[in-house]
């Protein structure tokens, strides 16, 4: 299994900016521009300098979706963007509320038509929202719907940061907490998401704190030494699932490239370096990995690890043949992790009417065309 980062994009140069990854196109993608770049790119057009702030406010405070509702830049201006630059905006096609706790969950199409996920939960401390990182996903993990299909493509910083500016603009309130936990594997399209990591707490746009984000990763141990190097000040989640490598072999293919020593590793030298606690989530499987006794190998492992560990009952879904672990499994499981001084919470399932697993969404809708076509 290939597992290397295949991307590289040099995003101190914006002129190749919207012509990376999948989305094909000789325009510059205006959105994924940090301002510096988008200064350079206004310098470049003989336009002044203050410019640049007035479009980045547009693109990024007022969150417009086209260069038409930019109301102080002048005709002239707005047409040279629009031959030079791509202006995309998500289109929701499908939004599903909750009845039990407002939970919306999202589907938007991209402008290549490739369909993609996101979540919006309700919490007392504010407006949490559960981004895609990919279209699909290469990663296999057996439980997960996103993967079933394989991985599509990257998404681009302005798509991931669009998945934020569409829910805002829906619900009319602001977003105050980001996790990268929906479909893909953010490390796996790594410079496109410390991209939006940027775009997203930059003080000139949303400025959500990097404190309020959490990124999760199946665990790609070289980049989380990336990551540390770069002291990331966001939430490092570990999808760690399992007490032993033969136990995560079973669930996770990305554990045949690293072991959960290694994985550990690299997690102590995050902490070291960014002082941030790590977060890592086992979602219970009955019969797989829910035991206690792989609980006392569990607790064994990540003591003296600064860290919390989230159990997530496993969503079943209808292409694989896992069960959830029973309510008193789950109890003993977190009772025994919490005799090693760890920090244990079970995650509260939001949304329950209109939940399916991770992924499990798009997938049905796309079978759904497919078929529609077949039909045809
Ligand atoms: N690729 C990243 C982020 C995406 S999934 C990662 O692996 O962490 C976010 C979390 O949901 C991960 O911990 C993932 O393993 C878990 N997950 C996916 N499908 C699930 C399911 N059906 N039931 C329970 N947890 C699931």
Redesign the pocket.
Same mark, same amino acid.
């Given at each position: 299994m290939e597992l290397t980062v295949s991307l590289y994009v040099d995003w101190k140069s914006y002129d190749r900016l919207g012509k990376v990854d999948g989305v094909m196109s000789d325009k510059i993608d205006i959105k994924s521009l940090n301002l510096n770049e988008l200064n350079n790119l206004l310098a470049d057009m003989g336009e002044k300098a203050f410019r640049a702030k007035q479009i980045y406010q547009w693109l990024h405070i007022k969150l417009v979706r086209s260069f038409d509702e930019m109301s102080n830049i002048s005709v002239s201006l707005r047409e040279k963007l629009k031959e030079q630059c791509d202006l995309k905006a998500l289109k929701p096609v499908q939004i599903l509320t909750s009845q039990v706790d407002g939970t919306k969950k999202y589907l938007f199409e991209l402008s290549d038509g490739n369909i993609i996920e996101s979540v919006l939960m309700r919490y007392h401390h504010g407006n949490s929202v559960c981004i895609s990182?990919q279209v699909g996903?290469r990663?296999g *993990?057996k439980? *997960?719907?996103?993967t079933l299909d394989g991985l599509e493509r990257n998404l681009t910083p302005s798509e991931m940061l669009d998945e934020i500016y569409a829910i805002q603009t829906d619900i009319g309130e602001r977003v105050s907490n980001i996790v990268?936990?929906?479909?893909?594997? &953010?490390?796996?399209n790594f410079q496109n998401v410390m991209k939006f990591m940027e775009l997203i707490s930059d003080q000139n746009g949303l400025n959500i704190s990097q404190r309020n984000i959490t990124l999760?990763?199946?665990?790609l141990v070289p980049k989380i030494y990336e990551l540390a190097d770069r002291q990331v000040q966001f939430t490092l989640? %570990?999808?760690l699932?399992a007490y032993d490598d033969n136990t995560r072999k079973e669930l996770?293919p990305v554990a045949k490239a690293y072991s959960i020593a290694e994985v550990l590793k690299a997690c102590k030298y995050f902490f070291e370096k960014t002082g941030r606690r790590l977060t890592f989530?086992y979602?219970l499987v009955s019969g797989v990995n829910d035991n206690e006794a792989g609980a006392v190998k569990l607790g064994e492992l990540l003591k003296g690890i600064n860290c919390h560990v989230n159990l %997530? &009952?496993?969503? &079943? %879904?209808k292409e694989r043949d896992?069960k959830q672990s029973d309510k008193i499994a789950i109890e003993k499981f977190k009772n025994k992790l919490e005799k090693y001084g760890i920090n244990v919470t079970i995650r509260r399932e939001m949304g329950r009417d209109i939940n399916g697993?991770?992924?499990?969404l798009r997938k049905s809708y796309k079978d759904q065309i497919i078929k529609e076509k077949e039909g045809e």
């Open positions: 990182t996903c990663m *993990c439980f *997960c719907a996103s990268l936990m929906g479909s893909g594997e &953010p490390l796996d999760s990763t199946c665990g989640a %570990i999808s699932h996770m989530e979602s %997530i &009952p496993v969503n &079943p %879904i896992f697993a991770c992924g499990q």
